[in-house]
C-alpha cells in the first residue's frame, strides 16, 4: 500500500501530468499533417518529418532510462516537460525545414521518455499489491487524452490559426509541470517491496527477460500501429464509414480505456497473475479486429472497439506492473527504457510490412497480419508464464531497499 497520503496525493498529481501531457500529444495527430501542407511542403518532405518523430521515439527510451538512474525522478521528469514546452512554441512559430525536423525528433523522444519516466516512478511508488491498480491510474489518463485531444484540436481549428492547438499544448505541458514540481523531491527516492524472481537454474537471467518483455511490446505496439495506420482506410473503403464514424469508433476506444483501466488494475492486484491478464487483453484486442472484419454494422464494430479498449487496458496495466514485480528495483528504469525504445521500431517496422502486403493483396490482409502479431505475442507470453511458474524457480520477497 502507499506509505502516506501525500504519496497519495502525487500520484494523483502524476496523473494529472499524464492527463496533459497525453491530452496534447493526441491533440496534435489530426492537426499535424494539415499544419505541415499548409507550409507547401512537398509529399516527400511531409514523409520524412513524420519518420523523424517515430526515429525520435526509438531513440528517446535508453537515456531516459540511464538518466532516471544518475539524476533521479524529478530532475528527468522537469528536463523532458521543459524540452517540450520549448519544442512546442519552437514548432508553432518557425517555418525552416531542417528546424521542424529536428524539433520534431525532439517530441519523439520526450513522448518515449515521458513513458519511461512515468511508468518507472508509479512503479517506484507502489507494490506488489497495488501496482496494477496504480498502472490502471495512469492508463486511464491516457484513454482521457485520447478522447478530448481530438475534440478539443477540432473546436480550436474553426476559429484559430492550425499553430494555435501548439501554444495550448505548451500550455497544458505547463500545468503538468507545474504540477511535477509540487511534488517533493524525497518521494522520488523513496523505494518499494519488490516481488523478483530468483533464477536459481539461470535460466532466466536479466538479458533473457529484456528480450522477453521487449519481443512482446514489440509485438503489441506493431499491432497497435498497423491498426492506426489502416483502419481509417479500411472503415472508408470496405466498410463505407464517413470519417465522423471512424473518429467515433476511435472514441469509443478511448472512453472504454479510460474507464476500464483502474478496474483491470485492480483485477490483475488481486489475481497475482499478470501475464494471463496480459494475454487476456492481447486476446480481447484480437477480438476486436475480428469484428470489424466480420461485420461492418457500426453497432457491432463500435461494441469491438470498446472490448478492445478493455483488452488495451489489461495488457497495459499488467506488462509494466509485472516488469516491476520481476526485475530488481536498480534496474528497472534501464530495463523499462530499453524495452520501450526497442518496442517503438515495431510502429516503424509492421506498418511498412502491412503496407506491401496490402499493395500485393488487399486491405483485409494488413488485419490478418494484425492478428498473427497478436497471436505470437500470446504465445511467447504463455510459454514465459510457464518457465515462471515452474517448480525450479522460487519468488520470494526482497528486504526494504
Known amino acids: ?9 502525487n500520484v494523483v498529481l502524476m496523473v494529472m501530468i499524464c492527463f496533459f501531457t497525453n491530452m496534447g500529444g493526441y491533440m496534435i495527430l489530426p492537426l499535424f499533417p494539415l499544419f505541415i501542407e499548409q507550409m507547401k511542403f512537398s509529399v516527400f518532405a511531409m514523409s520524412v518529418i513524420f519518420a523523424i518523430f ?13 538518466l532516471l538512474k544518475r539524476w533521479g525522478g524529478k530532475s528527468v521528469g522537469i528536463s523532458l516537460l521543459a524540452l517540450q514546452v520549448i519544442s512546442m512554441i519552437g514548432f508553432a512559430l518557425t517555418t525552416n525545414y531542417l528546424i521542424l525536423c529536428g524539433l520534431r525528433f525532439i517530441q519523439g523522444a520526450i513522448a518515449t521518455g515521458l513513458i519511461v519516466f512515468v511508468r518507472s516512478t508509479i512503479n517506484e511508488w507502489s507494490t506488489e499489491d497495488n501496482r496494477g491498480t496504480l498502472n490502471g491510474y495512469i492508463s ?8 478530448l485531444g481530438p475534440v478539443i484540436s477540432g473546436w480550436m481549428s474553426l476559429y484559430f490559426a492550425l499553430n494555435v492547438p501548439f501554444y495550448f499544448v505548451a500550455l497544458c505541458t505547463g500545468f503538468a509541470l507545474f504540477a511535477l ?6 518521494h522520488f527516492e523513496q523505494r518499494s517491496e519488490a516481488i523478483v524472481v530468483k533464477d536459481k537454474s539461470r535460466k532466466i537471467n536479466i538479458n533473457q527477460k529484456l528480450a522477453f518483455y521487449s519481443t512482446v511490446h514489440f509485438l503489441e505496439m506493431s499491432a497497435f500501429a498497423v491498426f492506426l495506420t ?20 476511435f472514441t469509443v476506444v478511448g472512453v472504454s480505456t479510460f474507464i476500464s483501466a483502474p478496474f483491470v488494475g485492480m483485477i490483475s492486484d488481486r489475481l497475482k497473475d499478470r501475464l494471463m491478464i496480459c494475454m487476456i487483453g492481447l486476446s480481447l484486442i484480437a477480438v476486436e479486429v475480428i469484428l470489424f472484419l466480420a461485420f461492418d454494422q457500426h453497432w457491432i464494430v463500435y461494441l469491438g472497439m470498446l472490448i478492445g479498449g478493455i ?8 506488462f509494466f506492473a509485472h516488469i516491476a514485480d520481476t526485475v530488481r528495483q536498480e534496474q528497472r528504469s534501464s530495463f523499462i527504457g530499453n524495452v520501450i525504445s526497442f518496442s517503438e521500431l515495431g510502429a516503424i517496422v509492421s506498418p511498412i510490412v502491412a503496407g506491401m502486403l496490402v499493395s500485393s493483396f488487399s486491405l483485409y ?10 497471436l505470437a505475442a500470446i504465445l511467447i507470453q504463455l510459454v514465459m508464464r510457464f518457465r515462471l511458474k515452474n517448480p525450479e524457480y522460487d519468488i520470494e520477497l526482497n528486504d526494504r531497499q
Open 1 to 9: 500500500m502507499m506509505r502516506t497520503n501525500g504519496l497519495n496525493n
Open 54 to 66: 517515430y526515429v525520435g521515439k526509438v531513440c528517446g527510451g535508453v537515456p531516459t532510462g540511464y
Open 140 to 147: 486511464s489518463s491516457d484513454g482521457a487524452g485520447m478522447v
Open 181 to 186: 514540481i509540487r511534488i517533493k523531491g524525497n
Open 230 to 249: 489502416y483502419f481509417a482506410l479500411y472503415a472508408t473503403h470496405i466498410m463505407g464509414w464517413s470519417s465522423f464514424s471512424t473518429s467515433a469508433a
Open 311 to 318: 483488452g488495451g487496458a489489461c495488457y497495459l496495466d499488467s
Open 365 to 374: 490482409v494488413a488485419f490478418y497480419f494484425n492478428l498473427a502479431i497478436l
